[in-house]
């Protein structure tokens, strides 16, 4: 069994906000993925991004910035 660490976790509303999450962070090498909700918590669509707890700030400024509708941000074990 893997060992659950400490992630910001991020949900969205529908896939395409999810999407353009993906496409920003990956055009700007900002750390972090997609993954299936965690079972703890609910989503619209299904996906959330998973990224290093200490990232939290900057990615709730980039997210304004960005005009990138989410639904929570979340800090779990997972």
């Known amino acids: 069994m893997r060992e659950k660490v ?6 969205f509303k529908n896939t395409s906000g999810a999407m353009a999450m993906e496409k920003f962070c990956k055009g ?9 909700v965690p079972r703890e ?9 998973s ?6 700030d900057d990615l709730i400024d980039m997210l ?10 979340y800090e779990l074990e997972i």
């Open 41 to 49: 918590i609910t989503s619209g669509c299904g996906l959330a991004w």
């Open 64 to 73: 304004k910035k960005c005009d990138i509708k989410y639904e929570h941000i």
């Open 28 to 36: 700007k090498g900002v750390g972090g993925r997609l993954i299936p």
């Open 51 to 56: 990224a290093e707890p200490g990232m939290k």
């Open 6 to 11: 400490m992630r910001v976790v991020i949900t």
